[in-house]
């Protein structure tokens, strides 16, 4: 196998899922397997400041510049994410690698099969090796595909230092996918002036751009109330949580929206005739766009709350984050040095907004801009998860192309 594919391999077999609504971080203490194991990996290859927070479960590294003293360039950051998402199982992976993919359906087990009708990009890689699930968990891609990458690249300049580079800062984070993954990180002791997650998909992908997004919980108060004497009594927490979810628009739903078009997103929902607890992710690229749609939440429960009466309807914030476009644009060198990086290893860039949010997002309202490069995935959160080991392998040069473009920086600027 190749270094990333063995990599990445190992990493995924470890289990890093993250937990909605934990207090700490980690939300898993699982996490601290991976944590441990590249904190020990980057020591052995010879990286430089490499740290474990110890309480949150943090990896940062540097490879110092090898350039001359008098040539200052930017200090380049590449982060990617441990934890796997809380949708389906990280225990127990099992990847399969199909050889010479021949763009036809791919049995996973039983159960499940990854049909090239229903994922038609799949057929794109034909002749390619694929990474699959055996179809009982998710596969990890996201993002240990990132963190093999971004490990490889730094194995391979610790392994050649004849190749000019500046300085490159390393971070792993924890619960990204759970909208906490750098509730902690230290941007100041990180030390990048610029930085990179690694955390996107298909190959090719750049992405500055991203959702303005909040999180809420709708919390209906009923009153119950034994049927037979309910008439004039009972408030079914449930049928006014139905009606607060017909009262969104309908087609601004994820299931009608694409591109830069925004919605409102039931997640979950729980609960009886006394209280219901309903979960939502509110979603625009237009700022302006996502603060109508969030003002329109609350004009809902306002309505309902005067209909049958106060307090009956409830809105909660749970966190959130905004576009990253208005704090990567000043620094347009990141995407174009990117662009260019991938254009020399025969990788067309694909720039394209993000229908999500990444930890680049937050990152870049915290002083360091962050936008997003590909990592190969597709499928994530899923048993369909998928990654070609070409990619894998043509992401890890971009990496390093990018890190050369950088050692140039002042040159071709």
């Not at 200090?75 to 994410?81: E, L, M, P, V």
């Not at 399969?96 to 057929?123: M, Q, S, W």
Request: aromatic share 10%; hydrophobic share 35%; charged share 25%.
């Amino acid at each position: 196998m190749s270094e990333v594919l063995d990599r990445f391999i190992s990493y995924v077999k470890i289990d890093t899922q993250s937990m909605e609504g934990a207090e700490a971080v980690p939300s898993t203490k699982k996490q601290f397997l991976l944590a441990k194991k590249l904190y020990n990996e980057l020591l052995e290859m010879g990286a430089e400041n490499v740290r474990l927070d110890e309480e949150h479960a943090y990896v940062y590294a540097t490879i110092p510049s090898n350039l001359p003293k008098d040539r200052e360039v930017p200090a380049i950051g590449f982060i990617a994410h441990m934890d796997t998402s809380p949708a389906v199982s990280g225990e127990n992976v099992n990847p399969r690698i199909i050889r010479n993919y021949d763009g036809k359906d791919i049995v996973l087990n039983e159960e499940y099969t990854l049909l090239a009708e229903e994922f038609p990009e799949i057929t794109d890689y034909k002749g390619w090796d694929i990474v699959v699930t055996d179809g009982t968990t998710l596969l990890g891609a996201d993002d240990k595909a990132g963190v093999a990458e971004i490990m490889t690249m730094a194995h391979y300049f610790l392994s050649h230092p004849e190749i000019p580079h500046g300085t490159i800062q390393i971070g792993f984070t924890p619960d990204e996918e759970v909208g906490r993954g750098v509730d902690y990180f230290d941007v100041p002791g990180f030390g990048a002036d610029y930085a990179y997650t690694v955390d996107g998909g298909a190959l090719g992908e750049l992405e500055y751009e991203n959702f303005n997004a909040l999180n809420i919980q709708v919390v209906v108060k009923g009153m119950s109330i034994h049927p037979g004497g309910a008439k004039g009594k009972m408030k079914n927490a449930l049928l006014v949580s139905m009606e607060f979810q017909n009262m969104l628009p309908t087609f601004a739903n994820p299931a009608y929206t694409e591109r830069y078009e925004g919605f409102y997103h039931l997640d979950e929902m729980h609960g009886g005739v006394d209280e219901t607890v309903m979960s939502y992710i509110i979603r625009d690229h237009d700022a302006k766009k996502f603060n109508d749609k969030v003002k329109f939440a609350y004009q809902i429960a306002t309505f309902l709350n005067t209909k049958y009466g106060a307090g009956t309807v409830t809105i909660r914030e749970c966190g959130g984050y905004r576009n990253m476009k208005e704090m990567i644009e000043p620094h347009m060198e990141l995407i174009d040095l990117a662009a260019k990086a991938m254009e020399e290893a025969g990788i067309t860039p694909v720039i394209s907004p993000i229908r999500g949010g990444t930890d680049g997002a937050r990152l870049s309202y915290m002083g360091l801009p962050c936008p997003n490069l590909c990592t190969g995935g597709h499928n994530c959160h899923g048993r369909f998860e998928y990654i070609p080991v070409q990619s894998l392998e043509k992401t890890t040069e971009i990496l390093i192309r990018l890190v050369g473009k950088y050692a140039v920086f002042t040159e071709e600027k």
